[in-house]
Nanobody
Framework: VQLQASGGGLVQAGGSLRLSCSASGFAFDDDYTIGWFRQAPGKEREGVSCISSSDGSAAYADSVKGRFTISNDNAKNTVYLQMNSLKPEDTGAYYC????????????????????WGKGTQVTVSS
């Protein structure tokens, strides 16, 4: 399994970005969860949002609820994270990860248990 995150950049507070996570190596009938995680300088990595490939159920960190939306396009093996109303505290390196066991609500809080990780994409929100 390989994951590639993209779409990061520099944006002003209140702006929007859409991150993409392209996945490969899954079988067409695999059930898995893909999550977005972020890490700001000097801070621990935290879960942002996770989604199930089988039913599209999703979970969000409280800090992003109502502002971020996760979605998946199984035909393209791509998961998106639409980020609106961005704040300076959203700044960080964003990573996508996948797991065949964890459900979205557990993926959010158990990032260390995610089995597959991609390289990050930097999001910087200026005030």
């Amino acid at each position: 399994v390989q994951l590639q995150a993209s779409g990061g950049g520099l944006v002003q507070a209140g702006g929007s970005l859409r991150l993409s996570c392209s996945a490969s190596g899954f079988a067409f009938d695999d059930d898995y969860t893909i999550g977005w995680f972020r890490q700001a300088p000097g801070k621990e990595r935290e879960g942002v949002s996770c989604i199930s490939s089988s039913d599209g159920s999703a979970a969000y960190a409280d800090s992003v609820k109502g502002r971020f939306t996760i979605s998946n396009d199984n035909a393209k093996n791509t998961v998106y994270l639409q980020m609106n109303s961005l704040k300076p505290e959203d700044t960080g390196a964003y990573y996508c990860a996948a797991d065949f066991v964890l459900l979205p609500q557990y993926c959010i809080v158990h990032d260390s248990k995610m089995d597959y990780w991609g390289k990050g994409t930097q999001v910087t929100v200026s005030s």
